[in-house]
């Protein structure tokens, strides 16, 4: 235990520095022994560490992609010991379905951006109007891991991530339902101010649902999975993820 909690110490040191804009390569190389056999679990207790140490939240977003290099590669492994209709792997599917949406708003959005009026291709909009309401439909997918995941995971703990991931979806929840909005009013502002907020809000939305996918899926997930053992327990989340519901385009289980 006291070998782990050092572990932990010196994890959190390091996520400090980074966090204070130390050049990452030389914080990772003086660390390189620590990193090698670093687990998620241990990731995530390091980040609460420095949270309770009064870090704020918001501050330790911007190590994600530090993070993922640390954790090259637990994904796949994650996702081979999985059954097919496992929680997790149903959240990591539907990761999957949302980055195709998440390509597709990128895609619609700079076609957009190289329109000059409204009336230059009617059916873009249509398209835009689907692909936003398709992303907002999410929302399950959410709600299952805020009712479901993150509290069994909260009673073990673990609140530093769940704190994290809760406040990024509120974040992103809100531009998602102004895309809606904008999608469903063409016509009633300017052309140019309506391009303006079709890109800032695709962009936002498309920028900030990729990094949140990433640390779900190469942080938060192997978290779970590494610190709920009783599967017994799991079989009682996939009954009440299943009383809550799927999104439109959950694969079938």
């Known amino acids: 235990m006291l070998i782990m909690e050092n572990k932990i110490d010196k994890l959190a040191d390091i996520l400090k520095r980074l966090n204070n804009n130390e050049d990452p390569d030389s914080v990772k190389n003086e660390a390189k022994e620590l990193i090698e056999d670093l687990t998620a679990e241990e990731l995530s207790l390091a980040e609460q560490k420095l949270i309770d140490e009064g870090i704020e939240a918001e501050e330790l977003r911007g190590l994600c992609s530090v993070h993922i290099e640390m954790l090259e590669g637990q994904l796949n492994g994650l996702k081979a010991s999985l ?97 809606v909005e904008l999608a469903n009013n063409i016509g009633y502002i300017h052309f140019t101010d309506f391009k303006n907020r079709v890109n800032e809000l695709s962009n936002y939305i498309v920028f900030n649902m990729r990094d949140h996918i990433f640390k779900e899926n190469y942080i938060l997930y192997p978290t779970a999975y590494e610190a709920i053992t009783n599967d017994n327990l799991w079989s009682d989340m996939k009954k009440r993820c299943d009383k809550i519901g799927y999104c439109p385009f959950t694969p079938l289980k």
């Open 83 to 179: 059954p097919h209709d496992h929680v997790l792997n149903t959240f990591i599917e539907e990761h999957d379905e949302i980055l195709k949406l998440l390509d597709r708003l990128e895609q619609l959005n700079a076609k957009i951006q190289k329109m000059k009026s409204f009336e230059e291709d009617t059916e873009i909009f249509k398209d835009l109007k689907n692909t936003a309401e398709d992303i907002l439909n999410a929302e399950k997918h959410h709600k299952r891991e805020e009712d479901v995941l993150f509290p069994e995971m909260e009673k073990l703990g673990i609140t530093g991530p769940t704190r994290i991931m809760r406040l990024e979806h509120d974040e992103i929840r809100l531009r998602k339902r102004k895309l």
